[in-house]
């Protein structure tokens, strides 16, 4: 269903003045999509530029050039060697501490969010409209507003301080998120479905389960890529709710970025940036196109 | 927001689809009940959780912004004078303005940015994976790292400016960021950076969701393609315009890490935006009480932005029931 | 004062163990020593004093706790009030100035009075330093290193292009030395785009102009000198400073023009101690700059004080107590501060420690003899860009007022005081 130009293109294919037109039409959309893909790869490839460039080059020049040679070691010294918090074991540790806090985090907010979108777009239930309302409302709540309300809520928990209380916050504040994107995948279930499964003596949980669940995954794809992006690159609330050694990997950045009396380490903080940001590219090179597909199927609608 | 515009969907749909299934169950009798309690858990829990937060965390922090508090939430009743306080500050009168300005801005150039990189993607381009990855892929890296590339590029000293002038051309001047009322656009043009690759999602997955037997008619009718996207597409999928200027526009009120990262509110105090002024005061500044009135009158103007939106996806919607 | 001469970085731990520690044998006797403590310091060459720190602490057999939180102050202000919120704060964190006095209102604190009386610390140290860490008349907080704030930084190869042959003394001469750069066509300033870097330049100037008018309306906020004359010429200065800086800085670190700095096309700085720092990790050599007290009007240089402090806060566990006690006693030997000032480029709190030992550079010397002169001649100021002379919220409305000040021509210098005063007034 793409492509209007090459469709539009399709009848008049017999002609040969409409055949150059298409080809230099073809020209420009390339040199187009060339130029602007450039242009957005700019700060990317001014960072690994800088991950292959000694901190004393770099002092000595400026911020954005050409490296001299390729300085490899910057990758090794911000895997496991550079020295935070009387540690020299490099960015490693932080990195899993982020992995134990987004996985879950991730894995538990989706679901509820699934099971919430369904609940509103499905199921009648006093106040429906109301926690429509609510849930839209969450998104636009500034994070800055909820950090003390936050160390209220785990004090009284008993999860001050502790790994289970920072996946708790990631889940809730990720919920109203989850919760859209999935109401409006799902309301575009046709009622017909849901009228034959009830028939059937289904119940609430087996339409979600054998029904909602199964058409689900474009959806679920979408608000994973959502929530471990967002997780993983969270910093406020990462070294609030966390101590020394079980930080989560933004804080070793800002640690390797804030060194006031020291010269900057450029060289080593874009190596660390890199492996840092490495999960989730991954995430968005392999699950661009499902986030697209799961777009695609509904959630915008 | 596929929010706002799905829930003009599911009133529209409400009414004429009354057999939408109610929580109760028929089955054997005995299981009933824990079924029935069950699914009242399986409902409440998450929105409970969710409803908690956003209402709890509001209405505290509205309390909050009518106490004396400073370092910690202190109990007590000082009327408005926080409110009077800080709008009486340059930076809170700076901020909206440039909340205004930024907002504008931001969501225009990265709804067309986006809806450009859409257009141009959706004609059956080769290699498509990859120009998506490299547009999508500012969304997956934190501002706080980005933004501390794009403060390098922007500064005239080390960035765009100097290169430009090294390769030869010595009078360029690209210097927004060193100039109060320039370096506003500077966040622009990060932020743009940042979210069209999102803009571009999204429209994409409309322009490819698009009857195509729409697309076949507008065809015999002899429409060529910039007509086709003109007069068919774009007019087709104008609810997602609505979608994504919602989403950024709630990217921009929260904007907080890009401001931080690129220019620290500066030249002077030229770049507050609402969301940094909130953090200043409640814990640079430990006015907790004043960065709380802020963080309501954020809201307030939230409301107030919004409202209208909502009022005229309801009335559309019931126009579409009753149609 | 000579028992600690001579000595470098890992000898001076050694002496530390050799010291007579009372907390050693009292943790001997009971609890093993624990101390949790909180601070900004993660990384760099901040991370490895305060590493080395703990070292020294579990070589007196403490079990050292420490939970860097990187980034500004704010975030481990805001984990310091998270700690306390829940109930449970640090045995000790870092904190600085009148913030001492505001954070110890909302948790107890201990009176560690009779460890720093047995110690004797108190005549060792700049008296407005010690106010500030004894708010209720009793010492909660001990002070850890000292910077002095109004540092002048001279580029050689700047000097040499611009014709300058001595370093300037007073305002007028800095004056003359930074047109005579600006017409060789240099950078005269060279500087940081950060808040505090503008903040910084007008306590400078003040501080230059009168310490009194400084001590007057900055630290005592007094509204008849925040109007008077030499605040406003202050402002003068600071407008002249503003049209020789780097117009390209933005929101950079001052450490962007360090090459620039030392090539000579920028000529001077005005900065704290640790630009030393900044300048010898950048690869310049000792003889690339020279530093001095930054220019002063009449009389001797006056001292701009920033100074980092500990305080503790109080704990039911007798480990922490224990701990408390045993860091106490560490922070305050010269060996301790002696180490930690050789890593980080600072001066150290006691006044007391000889300098003139390898380990320290002319720079450091010079700043630590500037304090003593000061604290005779009662010219010791305490740094407002860094939060030592107004609470958090004061200095923040303040130094909104300087850093538009710079960045924007049109302000003139009468309309800014106006601002200045008030800011103080609204905030």
């Not at chain 2, 303005?97 to 990265?110: P, Q, S």
């Not at chain 2, 809806?115 to 999508?136: H, P, S």
């Not at chain 3, 002249?240 to 780097?246: N, R």
Request: aromatic share 10%; proline share 6%.
């Amino acid at each position: 269903m793409s492509g209007a130009a090459l469709r539009a293109g399709v009848p008049s294919a017999g002609s040969r003045i409409a055949r150059s037109r298409i080809a230099r039409s073809r020209i420009l959309i390339y040199a187009a999509l060339v130029l602007l893909a450039l242009a957005f790869l700019v700060p990317f490839a001014v960072v690994v530029l800088n991950s292959l460039r000694t901190n004393q080059e770099i002092a000595a020049t400026s911020m954005i050039g050409w490296p001299r040679g390729l300085a490899f070691g910057n990758f090794a010294s911000a895997w496991d060697g550079f020295c935070m918090a009387g540690h020299c074991w490099g960015i490693e540790p932080y990195m899993l501490n982020s992995l134990t806090i987004v996985f879950p985090a991730t894995v538990i907010s989706t679901l509820l969010g699934a099971l919430a979108g369904y609940s509103i777009a499905l199921w009648r239930f006093p106040g429906d409209a109301w926690m429509f309302g609510v849930v839209t409302l969450g998104i636009f709540l500034p994070e800055q507003m909820k950090l003390i309300p936050w160390v209220i809520v785990l004090r009284d928990l008993g999860l001050f301080n502790t790994l289970p209380g920072l996946i708790l916050i990631h889940t809730v504040q990720g919920l109203s998120f989850t919760t859209l994107f999935c109401r409006n995948y799902y309301v575009s279930i046709p009622p017909d479905l849901l009228k034959a499964a009830r028939i059937d003596g289904a119940g609430f949980f087996r339409i979600f389960w054998r029904i909602v669940l199964p058409i689900s995954p474009p959806i679920l794809v979408v608000t994973v890529i959502w929530q471990f992006t967002g997780i993983w690159n969270e910093f406020l609330f990462g070294v609030t709710f966390t101590s020394g050694a079980h930080q989560p990997v933004t804080a070793a950045l800002i640690a390797l970025s804030a060194a006031v009396t020291t010269a900057p380490q450029f060289g080593v903080q874009s190596a660390a940036v890199l492996i840092a940001a490495l999960p989730t590219l991954l995430v968005y090179l392999f699950g661009g196109r499902y986030f697209l597909r799961g777009l695609t199927a509904g959630a915008v609608k | 927001m596929p929010t706002t515009e799905g829930a003009a969907r599911v009133r529209a749909a409400g009414p004429a689809e009354p057999a939408a299934p109610r929580a109760v169950n028929r089955r054997t009798p005995g299981r009933a009940p824990v079924i029935a309690v069950l699914t009242q858990l399986a409902i409440w829990v998450p929105l409970g959780l969710t409803a908690l937060q956003v209402v709890g965390f509001t209405i505290w922090t509205t309390w909050v912004s009518f106490t004396p508090s400073t370092l910690l939430p202190e109990s007590g009743f000082v009327g408005l004078r926080n409110y009077v306080r800080v709008m009486r500050t340059p930076n809170l009168q700076i901020a909206y303005v440039n909340l205004v300005i930024f907002g504008v801005g931001f969501v225009l150039l990265t709804s067309a940015l986006g809806l450009l990189l859409a257009v141009l993607l959706d004609q059956r381009v080769r290699g498509e994976n990859v120009l998506r990855t490299i547009f999508l892929y500012p969304l997956a890296v934190s501002f706080v790292v980005t933004g501390t590339v794009w403060s390098w590029l922007l500064n005239p000293g080390i960035g765009i400016q100097r290169l430009v002038n090294n390769f030869g051309w010595t009078g360029f001047r690209f210097d927004w960021i060193v100039q109060p009322d320039r370096a506003i656009y500077t966040l622009i043009i990060a932020g743009a950076w940042q979210g069209a690759g999102f803009a571009m999602a999204l429209f994409l997955a409309g322009l490819r969701s698009v009857d195509s037997d729409l697309v076949k008619a507008a065809q015999i009718d002899g429409a060529g393609p910039w007509r086709m996207y003109r007069r068919v597409l774009l007019p087709t999928i104008w609810p997602i315009f609505i979608t994504v200027a919602a989403i950024l526009l709630q990217f921009a009120i929260k904007t907080f890490d890009l401001v931080r990262a690129l220019t620290e509110g500066g030249p002077g105090i030229s770049t507050m935006l609402p969301a940094v002024v909130v953090y200043d005061f409640m814990f640079q500044r430990s006015e907790l009480g004043r960065g709380a009135a802020v963080a309501v009158l954020m809201l307030l103007t939230l409301v107030v932005v919004v409202a209208p939106f909502g009022i005229y996806l309801r009335l559309r919607a019931r126009r579409q029931a009753r149609a | 004062m000579s028992h600690v001469t001579r000595r470098g970085v890992v000898a001076g731990s050694a002496a530390l163990l050799a010291a007579p520690l009372s907390g050693r044998a009292f943790a001997a006797a009971a609890v093993t020593p624990r101390l949790t403590a909180i601070s900004q310091w993660s990384a760099g060459s901040d991370g490895a004093a305060i590493t080395a720190l703990g070292r020294v602490f579990e070589q007196h057999g403490g079990i050292w706790q420490h939970n860097p939180v990187p980034g500004f102050t704010t975030e481990m202000m805001n984990k310091l009030r998270a700690e306390i919120l829940a109930g449970n704060p640090p045995a000790v964190s870092q904190l600085k100035g009148p913030e001492i006095a505001a954070w110890s209102k909302i948790y107890p604190t201990i009176n560690i009075s009779p460890w720093v009386q047995a110690a004797g610390l108190e005549p060792h140290v700049p008296a407005e330093l010690a106010a500030s860490c004894k708010p209720g008349g009793h010492w909660i907080a001990l002070p850890l290193q000292v910077y002095r704030i109004n540092t002048l930084f001279m580029s050689v190869p700047g000097m040499k292009r611009a014709g300058v042959t001595t370093p300037p003394k007073t305002w007028a001469e800095f004056n003359t030395v930074a047109a005579k750069m600006k017409a060789a066509g240099m950078t005269p300033l060279a500087n940081g785009g950060i808040r505090w870097d503008d903040g910084m330049k007008f306590e400078i100037a003040l501080a230059g102009i009168s310490p009194d008018a400084y001590r007057r309306a900055i630290m005592h906020l007094d509204t008849k000198a925040l109007r008077g004359p030499e605040v406003l010429a202050a402002f003068a200065q600071l407008r002249k400073f503003s049209s020789w800086m780097d117009p390209d800085i933005a929101a950079q670190s001052w450490a962007v023009n360090v090459p620039a700095f030392m090539k000579g096309d920028m000529g001077m700085v005005l900065m704290g101690g640790w630009a030393q720092g900044n300048l010898l990790h950048a690869g310049a050599k000792p003889a690339d700059f020279i530093s001095l007290a930054a220019p002063q009007d009449s009389g001797p240089p006056c001292f701009d004080l920033n100074a980092d402090c500990f305080i503790f806060w109080q704990q039911k566990a007798a480990d922490l107590k224990a701990g408390q006690t045993l860091f106490a006693q560490i922070m305050m030997q010269p060996a301790t501060q002696e180490m930690y000032s050789k890593i980080t480029g600072s001066i150290p709190a006691r006044t007391d420690v000889d300098l003139n030992q390898p380990g320290f550079l002319d720079g450091q010397r010079d700043s630590a003899q500037n304090l003593r002169a000061a604290i005779a001649g009662k010219r010791v100021l305490l740094s407002l860009a860094h939060n030592m002379a107004q609470p958090n919220g004061t200095t923040a409305a303040m130094i909104d007022v300087l850093t538009e000040f710079v960045h924007n021509p049109a302000i003139q210098p009468p309309d800014a005081q106006k601002r200045l005063v008030g800011a103080v007034e609204g905030a």
